[in-house]
């Protein structure tokens, strides 16, 4: 059953190159040989792209959190195993300055946040700095 599902995921050539191959795991070994490369190749593309990231000007929090959400979620898929601490403390340093008072409380309070709940109370934060007048998205305030 796993071979049919593996030749129905696949391109017609490939389907017609693995059709005799037995069992499910020569074929998984096979395509593993010939894109693991390119794997590893956007993996590291896109880890690059995940550290270089910080939050641009004029962008809401929800949208950079869900950029940064997205790569780290491409990295898995690419076979990137990063803990969720990792992840939210990636997410953290791609902040400005203006969020500092937020990663002091996450840090003093030991919180432990899934992406999710990260994404949410960040939003909440924003609500609060813009109220108080402070501006999130100066350029200059990234450290």
Do not use: W
């Amino acid at each position: 059953m796993a071979k049919c599902y593996i030749l129905l995921s696949i391109s017609n050539v490939l389907q017609h190159q693995m059709q005799d191959v037995e069992p499910a795991s020569d074929i998984m070994f096979s395509l593993k040989e010939m894109f693991g490369e390119q794997g590893r190749s956007a993996r590291q593309d896109t880890m690059r792209l995940l550290l270089n990231t910080k939050m641009a000007q004029g962008t809401l929090i929800r949208e950079h959190c869900l950029k940064m959400i997205s790569y780290l979620n491409t990295l898995e898929v690419l076979g990137a195993n990063i803990d969720g601490e990792s992840q939210v403390d990636m997410i953290l340093q791609s902040l400005p300055k203006s969020f500092k008072e937020f990663r002091f409380n996450y840090n003093m309070n030991k919180k432990i946040y899934i992406l999710s709940e990260l994404m949410n109370e960040l939003v909440a934060a924003e609500g609060i700095l813009v109220k108080a007048g402070v501006d999130i998205n100066m350029a200059s305030i990234f450290f």
